[in-house]
């Protein structure tokens, strides 16, 4: 909260000191002490940050107001500079670290947000100091405020939100409409209808997982290459976009009635932390869109915390329309370790597994959930 009060000023002061140190700030947290979730703060002794790539799962803090202040902060650093990597940290805070925080029944909070359970771990109905409800509340109420940004002669779209707008470009009324299934895929149509004829550039985000980067900065990477690309038509037609910051440019003379139509590849990937993470060596996370995943104890049994994830694992995407409110999960046949009755032997059997979006899990009862799951045996905690 601090940084964004700090960028309003910068802005408001036109002052470039301000802005020069709020992106180092930025770099310092995001390349070297985010989680892939979007959560910040490894401790919570201090509430805050211990040395760099140090990111323990099952005790991150990753306090629920850090993730709305992430979103806070990144918005103002994308307003100030114009890139859209700002709105990429945005988005994945948004739709991972910050939701997961309130439960699906919008009455249960998280307070920390940690990435691996071995159970006991449940959203409480209220806290002594109840700074995560009000603030998960109030983000949840401005979502709208995230979606859409002007300057006198463009208009941005940052997030893939259902939505309306009504916007003044070079003094003319412009109303744009945006339609999607988005994050359980990556349609998007947005139609615009100027009052007149106009001409403005209209910049569309296109997010860095769709462009074979998880995260800004190098601490994360697909582990899986992808050769799939977006694509951008404009009333039917393939328009050739030149890349911006981020933003697939289209500047031309709009008209009512105008469809740009967006489509985002969303195949299943594999993220990988680089070695200085030392709690996520030999492992891999799984990201579809901007959604992270995990493994709980309801879909996959006793054995949820056995799962291995070798490199040639191949999931697929499924929607399941009575879970969770309906969500995509992953599922595949997976090498699952699996304890003897008598608990003297270990065998490996390939069994089918199910993996649900992040910010579901602790909505069906109390049990074992990860995130970060292991490639190979190698240092393998076995649960009976």
Excluded at 126 to 147: K, T
Excluded at 367 to 382: F, N, S
Aim: with cysteine.
């Amino acid at each position: 909260y601090l940084y964004t009060g700090a960028a309003d000023v910068g802005a408001a002061r036109n002052d470039n000191g301000y802005m020069d140190a709020m992106k180092a700030v930025w770099e310092d947290v995001v390349f070297r002490n985010m989680y892939i979730t979007g959560g910040i703060g490894s401790s919570g002794s201090n509430e805050g940050f211990t040395v760099d790539y140090d990111l323990p799962n099952e005790k991150a803090y990753c306090e629920t107001c850090a993730s709305v202040g992430m979103v806070f902060w990144n918005q103002r650093m994308n307003l100030l500079s114009g890139e859209a990597k700002y709105m990429d940290v945005l988005e994945r805070s948004l739709y991972n670290g910050a939701l997961d925080g309130l439960s699906l029944s919008g009455d249960r909070f998280f307070y920390g947000n940690p990435l691996a359970s071995n159970g006991g771990y449940s959203r409480s109905e209220w806290f002594g100091c109840a700074c995560c409800p009000s603030n998960i509340a109030r983000l949840v109420e401005s979502v709208g405020n995230y979606i859409y940004a002007r300057t006198y002669d463009a208009v941005y779209v940052n997030l893939f939100i259902g939505s309306s707008a009504d916007l003044s470009l070079r003094n003319k009324k412009v109303k744009i409409a945006l339609s999607t299934n988005y994050p359980w895929d990556g349609e998007v149509q947005i139609t615009l209808t100027p009052e007149k004829q106009t001409r403005f550039g209209l910049y569309v985000r296109i997010p860095g997982w769709a462009q074979n980067q998880p995260v800004p900065g190098d601490t994360y990477l697909f582990a899986d290459p992808d050769t799939s690309t977006f694509s951008i038509w404009v009333n039917g037609t393939a328009e050739n976009c030149k890349l911006v910051n981020g933003y697939a440019v289209i500047d031309r003379n709009w008209k009512k009635g105008d469809v740009v139509r967006l489509s985002l590849p969303m195949p299943v990937r594999k993220v990988m932390a680089i070695e200085k993470v030392k709690e996520n060596h030999n492992c891999v996370a799984l990201q579809r869109g901007p959604l992270v995943y995990c493994f709980e104890h309801p879909d996959n049994g006793a054995q949820n915390m056995n799962i291995i994830l070798p490199d040639q694992v191949t999931l697929t995407a499924q929607f399941e329309p009575e879970l969770l409110n309906g969500v995509v999960v992953l599922k595949g046949n997976v090498p699952v370790l699996t304890v003897s009755a008598d608990k003297l032997k270990v065998t490996t059997e390939i069994k089918p597994v199910t993996a649900i979006p992040y910010y579901t899990w602790a909505n069906r009862g109390e049990g074992p959930m990860k995130v970060w799951v292991p490639r190979q045996i190698e240092d393998v905690r076995i649960v009976p």
